[in-house]
């Protein structure tokens, strides 16, 4: 019998299969079309309480959603809208949008915060400044924002700003995907103070938001490679028969588990409440490494054939090199890792070690 997860599951692919990939351009920045079928199926929503306006259901639910859509090459903001802004606005006890309209998420340490005292009592704010590397910018009617709190306050500030009317930064990942800027001139905002804990926890989810996508990513680009060599023939038999293929076979596989499983057990992690940091750490450091073994072995296999555009590889690879670099490089999350890991001295290195990897 199939599970809820697996109905969803299906639900998604069913809706993606009337949608294929296509080069983003400037003109089209994202999958519109996609968006509003996922939106009324109720699964922009999922993993986020219904009494905030979600479509409940649980986390796992949620990255299903979003590793589904990831294997698909869907060109739309859920990774950012189910696993890291809607939570975040949820446990600050802020107002959650409606799901139906694109949230996006952005770290934005160069936005100035100043609290406003306007009679509707606190968690007002205004912004200035720019936000870099916004996902989705342009597409996405929202952006929670987590910038420095106001100055005196060692804190952090978790803002919604509404971005319908603010004009987007022509930039672009390697993928096409937008990655625009937004230049904020004292923009009014709902928000709350988190802690340095809180903060972290909110970046953590961030990166494991963008290594759940690399690991689905990494997992189907496997797939069309192995059944790339099991179909194309040279020399009489098929690519797969060869010795040689069957060894990058194996490496690309390595990769594919090790990134699996440390992202596997960093969603565990989040969803039995424990701090995340170090889990997601290490997470999107192997999912990174990761990708520099699996592409450049995946056009290998596939030869010259899997640098065309029409062919759908690169659909998945050049995400992947994109991914790779967001929501915090590996060397960032070594660092934090490795602080992580040493914080308890000597003694505790070893059980730290095998609680985050």
Avoid: C
């Amino acid at each position: 019998m199939a599970s809820d997860q697996d109905l969803v599951v299906e639900t998604v692919k069913d809706i993606l299969s009337g949608f294929e990939p296509f080069v983003l351009t400037a003109e089209r920045r994202w999958d519109a079309g996609l968006w509003s079928a996922l939106a009324d199926a109720g699964l922009t929503g999922v993993g986020l309480p219904e009494e905030a306006g979600g479509s409940g259901g649980e986390l796992a639910d949620a990255v299903a959603i979003v590793r589904t859509l990831a294997a698909g090459a869907g060109a739309v903001p859920v990774a950012e809208q189910l696993l890291v802004a809607g939570p975040a606005l949820v446990a600050a006890d802020l107002a959650l949008p409606s799901p139906e309209e694109p949230t996006t998420f952005a770290v934005a340490d160069a936005v100035t915060v100043h609290p406003v005292d306007n009679g509707d009592g606190p968690g007002r704010f205004t912004l200035s400044g720019t936000v870099a590397d916004v996902a989705w910018a342009g597409a996405a009617r929202h952006v929670v924002v987590l910038a420095p709190a106001p100055a005196g306050m060692e804190r952090s500030v978790l803002a919604l700003v509404d971005a319908s009317s603010l004009p987007a930064g022509d930039a672009f990942n390697l993928a096409g995907e937008p990655r625009g800027s937004l230049v904020l001139d004292r923009v009014g905002a709902s928000g709350a103070l988190l802690t340095e804990a809180g903060a972290s926890e909110v970046r953590a989810r961030y990166a494991l938001a963008r290594s759940v996508q690399l690991a689905a990513a990494l997992e189907q680009v496997l797939a069309w490679t192995v059944q790339y060599a099991g179909e194309r023939h040279q020399f009489g038999r098929p690519l797969g028969k060869f010795q040689a293929i069957q060894m990058e076979l194996a490496e690309m596989a390595g990769e594919v588990t090790a990134v699996t499983a440390l992202t596997d057990a960093a969603v565990q992690s989040l969803d039995r409440g424990e701090n995340v940091v170090l889990a997601a750490a290490a997470a999107k450091v192997r999912a990174g490494a990761a990708v520099e073994v699996v592409a450049r072995l995946a056009h290998q296999v596939h030869g010259a054939i899997g640098f065309t555009q029409e062919h759908k590889l690169h659909h998945l690879t050049r995400r992947l090199w994109s991914w790779r670099d967001e929501a915090g490089s590996e060397l960032v999350w070594s660092r934090v890792l490795a602080s992580g890991l040493l914080a308890g001295g000597p003694d505790e290195l070893w059980p730290a070690l095998t609680r985050a990897v």
